[in-house]
C-alpha cells in the first residue's frame, strides 16, 4: 500500500460529506476532476473501493465507511493543530469582529461588552448588528468572530456558551382585532390581519421563516423595537421577545394572543464561535468572560419577567 496525502483524504472527506464530486469540488474550492482524480489515487494505494458509484449520487461503501470515520478523526486532530500553531503565533489581536442578533437583550450584553473592552484598550470593538439568518452568515463567511444569537447546535464547525433562554409571544395591541374574537385564534383567522416580521439580514443563505402565517400580508422591519412601535400603533401583529415587551404586557398596551394554536417558541441565546479558527488571547479572555457572565443574564431576564 502506497502512502495517501492530506490532500486526498480531504478530498474524500468532502464526497463523502457533501455527497458527490461536483459538491465536494465546490466546497474545497477545486476542479471537479482534480477532486475525482484524488480520490480515484487513494482508493488504489488503499486498494480499496470506498465509495459506490452505481447509483446517481455517489455513497459509501462498507469499507468506505470505516475509513472515513476514522479518517475524519485525523482531519479534526489536524484542524485543531493547525489552528493551535497559528494562536501559539498570534499576538494580542488589534480587534475582535462581534455580531449581535436581533432578539439579543441588548443594554445587558452591551454592557458586558463595554465591561470587557474597558480592559482591552489595544483591540478595538467592531460591532455590528445582524437579524434572523444574517448572525450565523457572518460567522461562517469569515467576518464575525464571535456572534450572540441562535445557532445550530449539530453544527461541528461552531462552539457556543449558553447565555439565556428568550420565549417569543405573539401579540396584538387593545382593539386590533375585529370582534368577535375566539378564545382561542388559530393562524388561519391572522392572514386576515398585516403581521410585522423581521428583515433577514443574510445574503446568501436561504430564508428562514420564523412564525410566519402563510397568506398573510406582511410589514417588514429591520429590528425588534421597530416592530413592537408598530404592533403598539395597531399597523400589525407579531411574536417579540418577552423581555422587549413584559412591561406593556403588564399594562394593558399590549395582549398576548399565544394560545395551542399560536404558542409562540423559546429561542436560546448563545455566544458562538468556528472551532476550526484560531482564538487569539483577547478572543479567548472575552470567551471566559461570556461563560462567567452567562448565570448573571440569566437572572437579569428572569428579573425583568418577575417585575
Not at 43 to 67: K, M
Not at 144 to 171: C, G, M, S, T
Amino acid at each position: 500500500m502506497s502512502e495517501f496525502t492530506l490532500h486526498d483524504l480531504q478530498c474524500f472527506d468532502a464526497v463523502a460529506r457533501d455527497g458527490g464530486f461536483q459538491a465536494a469540488a465546490a466546497t474545497l474550492h477545486r476542479s471537479h476532476p482534480a477532486v475525482f482524480a484524488a480520490v480515484a489515487k487513494l482508493e488504489r494505494q488503499l486498494g480499496l473501493a470506498l465509495l459506490d458509484r452505481s447509483g446517481y449520487r455517489v455513497s459509501l461503501t462498507a469499507a468506505g465507511q470505516s475509513f472515513h470515520t476514522r479518517a475524519q478523526s485525523l482531519l479534526r486532530e489536524l484542524t485543531a493543530l493547525r489552528a493551535h500553531a497559528e494562536q501559539l503565533a498570534m499576538g494580542e489581536e488589534t480587534e475582535l469582529r462581534i455580531v449581535i442578533g436581533d432578539f439579543c437583550p441588548r443594554p445587558y450584553v452591551l454592557g458586558l461588552l463595554s465591561r470587557f473592552f474597558a480592559d482591552c484598550q489595544a483591540t478595538r470593538l467592531d460591532l455590528h448588528f445582524e437579524a434572523v439568518s444574517g448572525p450565523l452568515e457572518r460567522l461562517y463567511d469569515g467576518e464575525a468572530d464571535l456572534i450572540l444569537h441562535r445557532v445550530d447546535k449539530n453544527d461541528a464547525r461552531i462552539e457556543w456558551v449558553d447565555l439565556a433562554k428568550v420565549p417569543f409571544v405573539p401579540v396584538v395591541a387593545p382593539g386590533f382585532l375585529r370582534e368577535p374574537v375566539p378564545r382561542a385564534i388559530k393562524p388561519a383567522l391572522m392572514r386576515d390581519y398585516t403581521q410585522c416580521v423581521m428583515r433577514d439580514t443574510a445574503r446568501h443563505t436561504p430564508p428562514q421563516d420564523y412564525f410566519t402565517v402563510e397568506g398573510a400580508r406582511q410589514c417588514t422591519v429591520a429590528d425588534q423595537l421597530m416592530k413592537k412601535e408598530i404592533i403598539l400603533q395597531g399597523m400589525g401583529w407579531g411574536h417579540m421577545p418577552r423581555f422587549l415587551v413584559d412591561e406593556e404586557l403588564r399594562d394593558g398596551r399590549l395582549i398576548s394572543i399565544a394560545n395551542r394554536h399560536l404558542p409562540g417558541s423559546v429561542e436560546e441565546l448563545v455566544a458562538a464561535r468556528r472551532t476550526d479558527r484560531a482564538q487569539g488571547p483577547v478572543s479567548n479572555r472575552l470567551w471566559r468572560y461570556m461563560q462567567n457572565a452567562a448565570p448573571a443574564l440569566r437572572r437579569a431576564l428572569a428579573a425583568s419577567r418577575g417585575r
